[in-house]
T-cell receptor, first 116, second 113 residues
Framework: EAEVAQSPRYKITEKSQAVAFWCDPISGHATLYWYRQILGQGPELLVQFQDESVVDDSQLPKDRFSAERLKGVDSTLKIQPAELGDSAMYLCASSLKTGGHVYEQYFGPGTRLTVT | AQSVTQPDIHITVSEGASLELRCNYS??????LFWYVQSPGQGLQLLLKYFSGDTLVQGIKGFEAEFKRSQSSFNLRKPSVHWSDAAEYFCAVGATGRRALTFGSGTRLQVQP
């Protein structure tokens, strides 16, 4: 069964350092999402890609966060510099190209970030 | 904008007992509704979804959910809970035009032997 891959699974970094997360969506899924999940809460969207284009980054803290999906396949989410409040689970999800329809999203295992 | 409320933060049931997790949504049109389950330290797994048609939907692991438009609810049920069902459950709503999902804050299920 096809799965969304993420790495690393766990990351501990000091504040003010840079950190990057990688996601490989299910083959054929044109839409890719990055969510942040703070402990005890539901996931919240950071950025959404359709192929290589960003379609929603309204909740992405652009002063420190960046995301790219250069070839429309895998994606990288970067934080620089990391702050204590960035400690969370970062989840990647993918879905079929929607064309206005809503399809179910498939989630990867996540990256647990701890900023010290 | 859509929103989801899961009124129960934490529920404890005995193994073999029935389960109902509540979900209320706010959205102006017909919603796309989902239930996901998350084990500790893991990603989210889709349990079931409602897009249209029959308001009672069946999912994996013996779960079902019923869409009630009049109550703006999409409650998750299971007739007999197993210890392996202990996890966090999230209700989510999607909308055409904004394909990302809006999640509730989750309900943590604990199963007593």
């Amino acid at each position: 069964e096809a799965e969304v891959a993420q790495s690393p699974r766990y990351k501990i970094t000091e504040k003010s350092q840079a950190v990057a997360f990688w996601c490989d969506p299910i083959s054929g899924h044109a839409t890719l999402y990055w969510y942040r999940q703070i402990l005890g809460q539901g996931p919240e969207l950071l950025v959404q890609f359709q192929d290589e284009s960003v379609v929603d980054d309204s909740q992405l803290p652009k002063d420190r966060f960046s995301a790219e999906r250069l070839k429309g396949v895998d994606s990288t989410l970067k934080i620089q510099p990391a702050e204590l409040g960035d400690s969370a689970m970062y989840l990647c999800a993918s879905s079929l190209k929607t064309g206005g329809h809503v399809y179910e999203q498939y989630f990867g295992p996540g990256t647990r970030l701890t900023v010290t | 904008a859509q929103s989801v409320t899961q009124p129960d933060i934490h529920i404890t049931v005995s193994e073999g007992a029935s389960l109902e997790l509540r979900c209320n949504y706010s959205y102006g049109a017909t919603p796309y509704l989902f239930w996901y389950v998350q084990s500790p330290g893991q990603g989210l797994q889709l349990l079931l979804k409602y897009f249209s048609g029959d308001t009672l939907v069946q999912g994996i692991k013996g779960f079902e959910a019923e869409f009630k438009r009049s109550q703006s609810s999409f409650n998750l049920r299971k007739p007999s809970v197993h210890w392996s069902d202990a996890a966090e459950y999230f209700c989510a709503v999607g909308a055409t035009g904004r394909r990302a999902l809006t999640f509730g804050s989750g309900t943590r299920l604990q199963v007593q032997p």
